[in-house]
């Protein structure tokens, strides 16, 4: 339980009596829209706050009673890269490696066999500020697993990056776990969890709302989906009830009148039928296609509303002023997190 005393506004319940494990060894995926807690939690579980209520023990070892056993096992790489902006990426390892007290010559050969793992070497003499984004998380992840910690956190490691990058990243991570390492990440996208996790974790509200496999999650929201856009809104009731007839869920009609989804179970053989179908009654389609669930099918199962609606009813502006406050915050703290991370008083 941690509860969020901000001044002039109600508490805010950031994590409501989640209850779950990580397997060693496995990737655990905590899944969740703004808001949901997966920052707070992170943080509780590498003591960088303290929670309000309950227990969380990582190896039998007491977050809150024992965090200074539990800072030399553990790496985490925040939602906002840690990094110094006005050090070049192989200074930012060399000062992770001495906030260890790993001593010149181990700093020096662990740093440069990570730039290089991390595909760096051409950047490493660069100030970060120079940096894209998907450099600054590497070398933020590079930071974090610097002595080579067993338990390793990732707070939403590829928000913001391309594709490419995001693949990269997943390659990264996926290497990691194979070297048996265990990995507690949080995303705001089914599909990073899907392609890393064993298990995934799905919380909203600082609520535990569901708890699976990839597969498990899928098959209760119906696995993959067809997604239909007609050309004349008017066909829209008739396009509906064939979606309905071979649909696994209930059919999804979006704002614009125009578009609609619905879970299907035999994905291909299912749009087969709907297009013959629609095609039988003369109904033209802009586009059709299948796509897999994403977080807001999720959520939309799950709650009743989509992942991206505010649960507390904010303005999207309100949202997005709280979020450049939050990170203005966040770069301030920064500097107090990296030294906290490497388990210095
Ligand atoms: N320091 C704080 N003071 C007050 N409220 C906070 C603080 N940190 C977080 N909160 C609130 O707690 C709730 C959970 O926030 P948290 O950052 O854990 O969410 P999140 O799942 O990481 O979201 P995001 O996907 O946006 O990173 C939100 O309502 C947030 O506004
Ligand atoms: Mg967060």
Redesign the pocket.
Known sequence: MKI???KGSAP?H??DGVDLSVRQGTVRALL????????????VLTTLIKPDAGQATIDGIDVVRDAHRIRPIIGVSG?YAAVDENLTGLENLDMVGRLYHLGPKATRRRAAELIESFELTEAQNRPVKGFSGGMRRRIDLAGAIFSRPRVLFL??PTTGLDPRSRLGMWDVITGLVGEGTTVFL?T?YLEEADRLADDISV?DG?KLIAEGTADELKARIGGQQIELTLVDADDRDVAAQVLQHHGASDVREDSDGRSLSVAVREGPLALELVLRELNSVGIRLHDAGMRRPTLDDVFLKLTGHMASEEA?GDEVDGGKS??SR?DK?QKEKTQKEKTQKAGVP
């Open positions: 969020y005393t901000p805010v950031a994590l969740g829209p703004n808001g949901a807690g997966k920052t707070t939690m992170v943080k939602q707070d939403e949080t705001q919380i600082g507390d709280k979020k939050q915050a």
